[in-house]
C-alpha cells in the first residue's frame, strides 16, 4: 500500500510524495504523464531524507522534466498521433451520425457532442480501436505459435507497454494504438510469445523473431518516444 500526496516542494516543480511499505530507501522518479517527480518514502523515513534526494539530482530532475512532451489534451484542434500519423480532433456539431469516425488525416466526433465531451469520446475511441486492432495481431501471432490467448486486456501504464499473465491473459498500454503500426506489432508479439515460454530465454526469443522482424527499431522507438505517448489526453 501506498499513500501518495502533491506539493511543489522545489523552486515550483511539481512533486508528488509517495510513502511505500514496501520501499527499502528513499528513491525518486520522473512522471512523465503527470509531468511531475515522484519521491517515494520507506516506512519511516522523513521527508528531510526526500527533500535531500531532491536538492542533490535537482539538476537532473529539471533537465528531465524539461525535456517532457508538451501536454496535448483530446480536444477540438488538437492533433493526435493514431499508428504513427497524426490525426486532428474535429467536431461535426451537424452530423446525424453520432458515432466517433476516422476520416483522412482526422478523428471526427459526431452527433452533435458538446465540446466538453470531446475529450472524452475520443479517449473512448482510442481505446476501442487500440482492443480492435491488437485483437486482430494477437489472434495472427497466436495461430502461428499454436496457442490461445485467455483473455486480452487494456491498461494505462506508466512504464510497462505490455504484459503476459500466467493465466494466459495478456494486457497492453492502450497507448499503444498511437506509435507507429510496426512498434505496436513488436509489442503484440512479444507478449504472444510469452503464451510459448514465460521468460526471456533464447527459445522465447526465437519465437519473437518469428512473429515479427521490428524487435529492435520497436524498443529503440519506444525509448525515444514512449513517454510522448504518456502525455496524450
Not at 503527470?34 to 537532473?60: C, D, F, Q
Not at 490525426?87 to 476516422?102: C, E, F, K, N, S
Not at 457532442?113 to 479517449?123: G, H, L, M, Q, Y
Request: net charge positive; hydrophobic share 45%.
Amino acid at each position: 500500500m501506498a499513500a501518495q500526496k502533491r506539493s511543489d516542494a522545489m523552486g515550483g516543480c511539481p512533486v508528488r510524495w509517495r510513502r511505500s511499505t514496501r520501499a527499502r530507501r528513499v528513491s525518486l522518479r520522473i512522471d512523465a504523464r503527470a509531468g511531475e517527480v515522484v519521491v517515494t518514502l520507506p516506512p519511516r523515513a522523513h521527508r528531510r531524507a526526500g527533500m535531500a534526494l531532491l536538492t542533490t539530482h535537482a539538476a537532473w530532475v529539471m533537465e528531465k522534466l524539461a525535456a517532457l512532451s508538451p501536454h496535448i489534451a483530446l480536444e477540438p484542434g488538437s492533433e493526435v498521433p493514431l499508428g504513427g500519423v497524426p490525426h486532428v480532433v474535429r467536431r461535426a456539431p451537424g452530423a446525424a451520425d453520432a458515432a466517433t469516425r476516422l476520416e483522412p488525416g482526422a478523428i471526427v466526433v459526431g452527433g452533435g457532442a458538446a465540446a466538453n465531451d470531446v475529450p472524452r469520446r475520443v479517449a473512448e475511441f482510442l481505446r476501442a480501436e487500440a482492443r480492435r486492432r491488437m485483437e486482430v495481431l494477437s489472434a495472427g501471432h497466436a495461430a502461428l505459435l499454436g496457442v490461445r490467448p485467455k483473455a486480452l486486456k487494456l491498461k494505462d501504464t506508466r512504464s510497462r507497454w505490455g504484459s503476459c499473465a500466467p493465466d494466459g491473459t495478456l494486457a497492453f498500454s492502450w497507448r499503444l494504438v498511437m506509435a507507429p503500426d510496426w512498434v505496436l506489432d513488436y509489442v503484440v508479439a512479444h507478449e504472444v510469445a510469452h503464451l510459448r515460454e514465460l521468460n526471456h530465454s533464447p527459445r522465447f526469443w526465437a519465437h519473437v523473431a518469428r512473429l515479427t522482424p521490428h524487435r529492435d527499431a520497436a524498443v529503440e522507438w519506444l525509448r525515444l518516444n514512449g513517454p510522448a505517448l504518456l502525455r496524450v489526453g
